[in-house]
């Protein structure tokens, strides 16, 4: 079992919906989780990170954590073409040597006019 | 502020040359990180260094592997006797590690190829 998995897609959104995004983590001493967004070519770019289990918004974005049920995920809301991209799970563990993270595979999402 | 910079952004190299590549982190970030990421494929933790500690070495994929960093700031990632599975674009990372944050900024990547 990956410690960090992710449905690899592609997840086809029409533009105006919403896309929803899973993540699930192996470590329930985890601790901090972030998504990444990743285009074609380009580095990964941080857009959310979240600590406590609930939602967090931050404009058409919303991360939700269940760390009971070891789940993270990413909405976007009124999806645009632009949002089209690889979107990366990170997951931060205190147990773990210092910062470091563990990525999933990420999932590729496709947002059609 | 300036953020993560990496040089050279590609690199052709033939088979069993050595390569250095360079990271330049965030100002005033003490933890800097290495990545490797295949076409396709996702991110693969190479070495971690945080201030003045010894680094976690431990996703280092072979002894042809190695990784230094300057005076707690520039990083520099040696490949020798390169192979071609090492083809792969490296990323460099970096964070303000002393807070309860994790937040990793990634620079541009700087794209291996090894003919």
């Known amino acids: 079992q990956k410690e960090v998995e992710q449905n690899s897609g592609p997840l086809s959104v029409p533009e105006g919906a919403i896309a929803s995004l899973n993540c699930t983590y192996s470590?329930?001493?985890?601790?901090?989780f972030f998504w990444y967004r990743q285009y074609s070519g380009k580095s990964p770019e941080l857009i959310m990170f979240?600590?406590?289990?609930g939602d967090k918004e931050d404009g058409r974005f919303t991360a939700q954590l269940n760390k009971a049920s070891q789940y993270v995920s990413l909405l976007i809301r009124d999806s645009q073409p632009s949002d089209s991209a690889t979107y990366l799970c990170?997951?931060?563990?205190?147990?773990?040597?210092?910062?470091?993270?563990?990525f999933g595979g990420g999932t590729r999402v496709l947002v059609k006019p | 502020g300036a953020g993560v910079s990496q040089s050279p952004s590609n690199k052709v190299t033939e088979k069993g040359k050595d390569v250095e590549l360079r990271c330049d982190p965030i100002?005033?970030?003490?933890?800097l990180y290495w990545y490797r990421q295949s076409l396709g494929q996702g991110l693969e933790f190479l070495i971690y260094?945080?201030?003045?500690?010894?680094?976690?070495k431990s996703g280092l994929p072979s002894d042809r592997f190695s990784a230094e960093r300057t005076g707690g700031s520039v990083s520099t990632l040696t490949i020798q006797r390169t192979q071609q599975e090492d083809s792969a674009v490296y990323l460099c990372?970096?964070?303000?590690?002393?807070?309860?944050?994790?937040?990793?900024?990634f620079g541009p990547g700087t794209r291996l190829t090894v003919t």
């Open positions: 990170a997951v931060g563990s205190y147990k773990a040597a210092g910062n470091k993270l563990t």
């Open positions: 990372a970096s964070s303000f590690a002393g807070t309860a944050n994790y937040e990793q900024y």
């Open positions: 470590d329930r001493g985890s601790q901090s």
């Open positions: 100002s005033g970030h003490t933890a």
């Open positions: 260094f945080q201030g003045n500690s010894a680094p976690d």
């Open positions: 979240i600590y406590s289990n």
